[in-house]
């Protein structure tokens, strides 16, 4: 069974500033990968950012990256330079590579406020 | 480009009413299509998906069911609502990289 942990309800962060939102996963799956999606208030899922299990380098999207530990099963977001229109819902998922569907798994989200 | 749309964009239906959501995407063939919910405050549940007309799975056991008439159009249905059906429903269709959401459906059973 696959399991996604986000710990941090909410989090809060000056405007221009970095911001790191927890991510650990829990599979037995060899090969999976993992994602960022961010819901603002209007409720639309925007994928962010994508990590593959076998990448060697983190992923990097703009102002995204995704801080990858694999024996750790951590998939930490960093936003860097903080900016208003960033305050919203983040989720962290994870999907098993496998034939047919690809089901996505998530955690529960973290509420990121960006402060003036 | 690919483009998904789902109506209604909110609803609000009293208990025991019948349901239907439609989701379409464009821009593409045969996806693989995605119905999640999402209850206030938390993460999105997996309800159904679909790898071809016809094929639907389901992953929780309760009263909705889900229909694919065509390829590129997925429907979410129920006969008789109930309360703990209020949520934002949230079709998805997969790409290359990822599973990309519509805007979503909100809503409050009364």
């Known amino acids: ?116 | 480009s690919q483009t998904i749309h789902q109506w209604p964009a909110t609803l609000v239906q009293p208990v025991g009413s019948p349901l239907s959501l439609e989701c379409t995407v464009e821009g593409t063939s045969n996806p693989n299509l995605y119905w999640y919910r999402q209850a206030a405050g938390r993460g999105l549940q997996l309800l159904f998906y679909s790898v071809g007309i016809g094929q639907i799975s389901s992953e929780v056991p309760q009263n909705l069911s889900a229909s694919r008439p065509q390829d590129r159009q997925f429907i979410l249905s129920s006969k008789k609502l109930l309360l703990s059906d209020s949520g934002f429903y949230l079709c998805a269709w997969e790409g290359a990289d990822t599973q990309y959401f519509g805007p979503g459906t909100r809503l409050t059973v009364l």
Do not use: H
């Open chain 1, 1 to 116: 069974a696959q399991k996604i942990t986000q710990t941090q309800p909410g989090m809060f962060v000056q405007e221009k500033e970095a911001v790191t939102l927890d991510c650990t996963y829990d599979t037995s799956d060899p090969s999976y990968g993992l994602f960022w999606y961010k819901q603002p208030s209007s409720g639309e899922m925007i994928f962010l950012i994508y990590q593959g299990s076998y990448d060697q380098q983190n992923a990097t999207e703009g102002r995204y990256s995704l801080n990858f530990q694999k024996a750790r099963k951590s998939a930490n977001l960093v936003i860097s330079a903080s900016q208003l229109g960033d305050s919203a819902m983040y989720f962290c998922a994870m999907r098993p590579d496998q034939t047919g569907a690809n089901n996505l798994f998530f955690g529960t989200g973290t509420r990121l406020t960006v402060i003036p």
